[in-house]
Each structure stands twice: as C-alpha cells, then as structure tokens.
C-alpha cells in the first residue's frame, strides 16, 4: 500500500465524537465495556461452579470418592476461573505508560503468557474432570472407546485452542515488526 493511499484512507475515516466526560469514565475500571463483559462472564463462571461443587458431592458421588480425586476436582475447576481472573487482570492494565515500542513488547509478551494459562487451565480442566468422573469405573470396551473419543475430542479442541492462539500471535508479532521496520 503507498503512504498516499494510507494517508487517504486516514483522512477518510470519521471518528466517533465523544465528550470529555465519556472518555475519562472510559477510564474508570466500572464504566470499561471491556472490563464490564469480563467481570459479567467472570460471574457467570463462579457461580456455575459453586453451584456444581455444591451439588457434585451428593450428585456425582463425590462422597464415595477419595478425598484426593475431590481435591483433584476443585483445583481443576479453579483453574478457568484463575484464567478468567487473569484475563480481567490482563485487560485492566494493558501498559504502564512507557513508550510505544516497549509497550508493544509487553503486550506481546503478555499475550503469549495468557496463551500459555489458556492452554494450560484447559488442559488442568478437562483432565480433572476426566480423572474424577472416570474413578473407580468398571470399564468395558464400549467405556473405553468412548473414552477415547472424548480424548481426541479434547485432543483436536487442545489443537485448535493452540493454533487460534499462534495465529493471533504470530499476527500481532508481524504488525509489530511492521511498525517498526516503516520507522
């Protein structure tokens, strides 16, 4: 693209006019509409595991499990929800007020560090989950074929979980090094 064609482009875009009031309320952490989507999934996600670690125990027969294969559960569970914490945390403070180029870098560096939790609270998640509710099963063949159907279930959501996330990485990696080569 020429630099006529992008200075054009600029020029042709109309921004949304906003007061000063609505930008500095931007700023606050409850007026964020980012911030507000994540602390409403955040609280959706809480509540529907409290409410499945309330109920597992006499449901799911959590009580005649082990104490361990319990304890196995509840930190599975609480690993999405330190996902989700750290998805606001991550959001909140995208950068500390340096300049552009170093907080690109952050960002970046940043953004692997949450791929990195997505792919492990996923992986922490699916296999407390397996481990508590495949406990002290009697398998028979038809029970271990659909268990391996839900590992390559698991296996091809793992692979596609890491392939969504190199891209979005790989992407921002080259829009990085985009704007820095054109300086």
């Known amino acids: 693209m020429e630099i006529d064609d992008l ?3 600029w020029n042709a875009v109309k921004p949304i006019l906003k007061t000063d009031e609505e930008m500095l309320s931007l700023l606050q ?3 964020h509409p980012v911030l507000k989507s994540i602390r409403k999934q955040i609280v959706i996600e809480v509540t ?3 409410l499945f670690l309330v109920a597992y125990y006499s449901m799911f027969d959590g009580a005649r499990k082990p104490l361990w294969i319990n304890l196995i559960l ?3 569970l609480i690993l999405p929800i330190g996902h989700g914490l750290y998805g606001y945390y991550y959001n909140k403070y995208l950068t500390d007020g340096s300049d552009i180029k ?3 870098k952050q960002l970046y560096n940043r953004l692997k560090n949450y ?3 997505a792919i492990i609270a996923r992986v922490g998640f699916v296999s407390g989950l397996l481990l508590f509710f495949s406990y002290n099963i009697h398998f028979t063949t038809t029970k271990y ?3 391996a159907f839900i590992l390559v279930i698991f296996v091809i959501q793992l692979f596609v ?3 969504i996330w190199l891209k979005r990485l790989s992407t921002l990696k080259s829009v990085i090094l985009t704007f820095f080569d054109t300086q």
Do not use: G
């Open 48 to 50: 529907a595991w409290f």
């Open 145 to 147: 074929f659909l268990l």
């Open 7 to 9: 200075k054009s482009d």
């Open 29 to 31: 952490e409850n007026k």
């Open 102 to 104: 170093t907080a690109l």
């Open 115 to 117: 791929a990195l939790i």
């Open 74 to 76: 509840v930190i599975s």
């Open 161 to 163: 979980l890491y392939q």
